[in-house]
């Protein structure tokens, strides 16, 4: 991986654009918003409470946790409720009838029924580990890959596990918490969730944090299709968005990832991200899609986060059922490399990485 024409500096006070919380959370100057959720308050009847006001109370404790300044102020009580169970029981609500993603199965999956991710209530875990081939800046990374995905990528790399949902372990407070305490000790920066796609996954994550006791910083490496319901629940949850905008296109979107309405909802997301917490747009570019795809996602990042840490991926490789379309049964070109380079630099962005 090469650094392009930008470095990796903090951004200044109340920019999250970048990666400026992130690196605080690191450097130990921050708690982690998901820490900080877990000693936020909420009434002790919160369960109870209507829906809507539930929201409510979660939305105006979401908001003071980026109005408080540097967020080293417990103020719950052992034993009492926290905002972090108010997410959890929202969560809970929400995979009565699933809309966690656009795709709004409306799935009753707290009673085994699964949508189109696969899912029911539990997590498991795939593959983990300490990695170290990630962005610079979140190595070494404690990566845990969730089964289940609400998208279809013609060409994913991880599609054994988002197509056989029961592989790996189940994922448990207890497990998440030994296995976290023992990443840290090696040194892992962060815990990494990734899939799959880990919000499909919301609540058994949820679930888990609240058995944590190491305040290491989250990382969500999400394809960001998910309703606005979701980006409110990751609120307050999430230090680092390791955010993919695969398409430039909704045809693609749909030819390719077999979602509709995909570039409305991931430009709404990604913005929404890059208010609540840090952020780096990845984008991995396939061949024979530079025009439709790459120039039209690069612009949009351009114009609308000039500030974000922009990850171009030229390492494609054909995998899963790519072979059945021509250009996706490739590889990118030297052509296209080069022509993808020059690209991203002709837009001006300044914090860019490329993987070859
Ligand atoms: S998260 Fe899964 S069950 Fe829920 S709406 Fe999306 S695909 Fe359907």
Not at 227 to 253: I, P, Q, R, S
Not at 304 to 326: E, G, Q
Request: charged share 25%.
């Amino acid at each position: 991986m090469s650094e392009g024409s930008g470095s990796f500096r903090p951004e200044r006070r109340g920019e999250k654009v970048s990666l400026g919380h992130y690196l605080a959370v690191v450097g130990g100057k921050q708690l982690p918003f998901w820490w900080r959720s877990k000693f936020l308050a909420v009434p002790d009847d919160f369960s109870l409470l209507p829906t809507e006001q539930l929201w409510q109370t979660h939305d105006e404790l979401t908001k003071s946790l980026h109005t408080k300044r540097s967020g080293n102020e417990p103020t719950q009580q052992a034993g009492k409720s926290s905002l972090l169970d108010s997410k959890v029981e929202l969560t809970r609500r929400i995979y009565r009838s699933c809309t966690l993603c656009p795709l709004m199965c409306r799935t009753d999956r707290l009673n085994g029924e699964t949508g189109r991710c696969g899912l029911k209530a539990d997590a498991r875990v795939f593959r983990e580990g300490l990695l170290v081939s990630e962005e610079p800046f979140i190595v070494p990374t404690y990566e845990l890959f969730l089964t289940g995905c609400n998208m279809r990528c013609k060409f994913c790399q991880a599609w054994e596990g988002v197509v056989r949902t029961d592989l790996g372990f189940k994922l448990t407070g207890s497990k998440l918490a030994s296995t976290v305490e023992r990443k840290s000790k090696r040194g892992a920066l962060n815990i990494h969730f990734v899939g799959g796609e880990p919000t499909v996954n919301l609540l058994a994550v949820l679930v888990s944090l609240k058995s944590l006791k190491v305040p290491l910083p989250i990382v969500w490496n999400t394809n960001l299709f998910v309703t606005d319901e979701a980006m409110k629940l990751l609120d307050g949850v999430v230090d680092l968005f390791v955010a993919d905008f695969k398409f430039g296109n909704d045809e693609c979107a749909w030819e390719i990832g077999g979602v509709e309405s995909y570039v409305a909802t991931v430009q709404s997301n990604l913005l929404k991200a890059s208010r609540i917490a840090s952020l780096v747009i990845r984008h991995l570019v396939m061949p024979g899609h530079i025009e439709c795809c790459l120039v039209p996602v690069v612009s949009w990042v351009a114009q609308t986060l000039p500030k974000v840490t922009f990850h171009l991926m030229l390492n494609y490789v054909p995998d899963w059922r790519a072979w059945s379309d021509k250009a996706l049964s490739q590889r990118l070109s030297e052509s296209e490399r080069q022509m993808a380079k020059a690209i991203v630099k002709s837009t001006g962005l300044k914090r860019v990485l490329i993987s070859e």
